[in-house]
């Protein structure tokens, strides 16, 4: 069993920087492939990035790359989602979840249905 647990979420101008982060309790975190997911009011979660149990691999949905840097620290049971370039439509709330199961590297798990394990989300929202 893993609790996620997101922080680093507030109300910033466009053009400016967060950084997320999600810490996870329970052993073998660095077993775990992590993703970040967002809902805006009204929308379905969708994708946002995705780093493999060992840090080399990401994988990220067109609309955040170059923007947005997922990282883990599996020294401390941290995943993190650096945002910069902030724009409106990235308000949200922004969730991370853990995958479980076994990671096959040609795959990019951005479908909410393959991970196992969620937080309780943190509020992004960008100003105009």
């Known amino acids: 069993q893993v609790q996620l647990v997101e922080s680093g979420g507030g109300l910033v101008q466009a053009g400016d920087s967060l950084r997320l982060s999600c810490a996870a309790s329970g052993r073998a975190f660095s077993n775990y492939a992590m993703g970040w997911f967002r809902q805006a009011p009204g929308n379905e979660r969708e994708f946002v990035a995705h780093?493999?149990?060992?840090?080399?691999?990401?994988y990220y949905t067109d609309s955040v790359k170059g923007r947005f840097t997922i990282s883990r620290d599996n020294a401390k049971n941290t995943v993190y989602l650096q945002m910069n370039s902030l724009k409106p439509e990235d308000t949200a709330a922004y969730y991370c979840?853990?995958?479980?199961?076994?990671?096959?590297?040609?795959?990019?798990?951005?479908?909410?249905?393959?991970?196992?394990?969620w937080g309780q989300g943190t509020q992004v929202t960008v100003s105009s």
């Open positions: 979840a853990a995958r479980r199961g076994l990671y096959y590297s040609g795959r990019t798990y951005t479908s909410a249905n393959e991970y196992d394990y």
């Open positions: 780093i493999s149990p060992s840090s080399g691999r990401t």
